[in-house]
């Protein structure tokens, strides 16, 4: 399992460059899309690691041809030229009646499916690759149908899940749906995120993927016992957070997560290295 | 639609929420004490944190939490179908020109917002474009928004008071885009989106 950092603009930059330098990172994330206009040999010039995309604001579900298609032309300038570890966008509402929402909307997975399905084969088609869409931290009851639907995605589509594991487990927290339901999505994509979660303000408290602070026991034992569905030849988990930037509390989940998959690699991908190695 | 409570176990799916989602007036359909009420409010907070985080002075004019101000902007909003683009702050100076609190803004604030909703603009936009430039009827500085155009730098933005003033936009602000990392000769201005 590669151990990444998502990447969105330059304020932490130095840090994630020190990260790399000191071999806690094995690739970086980049939030593609804030880099639209950087030179693509500046960018390969930056991150001496491999590199993964995460799309934020393509809207693709809602946003018109004309606007994926130029926007895709420019993503894949910066696909040709720095071959990441994969692509990956979201499965959200990003407006209402036309109004932004600043909190993004989880799609309705039954009423949606037939449009969804059709602006997914659209997308991945103009982004000329497999397309690894993000599942949404439900807070209402559409995490129970969620899981279902990514399945049935997948398969009709080719596209594949970039499986958010805290964000699964903030939908088990609000509205019950088990971790268990994820098995069969776990099992068919090599990319995750994860990252802390809060508690809403007010109460009752449900749980919101705030990226905000250290990874919870809970997130980290879904992977423990999850382990080898989620570890495989390939596979990356991204590590996400966006605010209370803290050096040692970041290495710090680093470990956490390499605690997880210590040794996954030699035991699993590589067995010609030596008999006990871990 | 199934509204919930503790004892109404209905299953509800967020998009039977959206419509409030943007409505910050008193809630009177959907029970205080349930998951949907929450998750209303989160997305309420989110409005507010774009607001307030970004022009913290709002809370002085509008002490303590700046409700009086959010409240009656999103409602406003509705009725001229504004969209919350790049644009919302300047659009929340607009209802605040015709608000109880128009003796309480000044040049300080009116730049403030500007440069909040060109740096929205810098974060937000996808399109080709590389900078934007922003004007004001009412001030003689201009504000410009730069993407990042460095894989360590960040979007960035700019005060000019320019020593040959552009024409001020007809309308109260004004905006046009720069196709590259250099300001370009004047081509005129745009009216803000809505």
Redesign the interface.
Known sequence: MLVGLNFT???T??MVQRLVDEGHLDYCELLI??????PPD??A???KCPIGFHVM??KYLESDLD?LQ??AK?LRVLIDALRPLYVSDHMA?F?????????L?????D??YDWVRRKVDIWQDLLGQKLFIENYP?????G??APAFFERLTRDTGAGVLFDASNAVCAFR??GAPLELWDNVIASTPHFHIAGYNR???????T?DSHDGDLAQDTLAFLKRRRSLFDKPGATITYERDHNIDYDAIVADLARLRAVFSCSKEEIHAPHVAVGAC | MHLTSPSEPARIVDKELFDWLTDLRPQTQIPRQSRAFVRIDVCHRAYWHALFDICPQLLKIAAPDGLAILRPFMTWAETQNLTFDWSFYLWVYEWLKQSEFQDRIDNDLLITMMGASAARWGNYDRTPACGLVLASAEASEIVVAWKCRTASGRREIEIIDLEEPLPPPEESFGFFTLPSFELAPFPGWRNIPR
């Open positions: 603009l330059g304020g930059h130095e899309d804030n880099f639209l206009q950087v500046d960018l010039r930056h991150f604001f393509s606007f130029d926007l420019r509402y407006t209402h009646r036309g109004r932004r929402l600043y909190h909307g989880e799609i309705d997975y009423a949606d439900s807070i209402m009851d559409g129970w149908e609000n509205c809403t303000i007010i109460e009752p408290h449900f919101v």
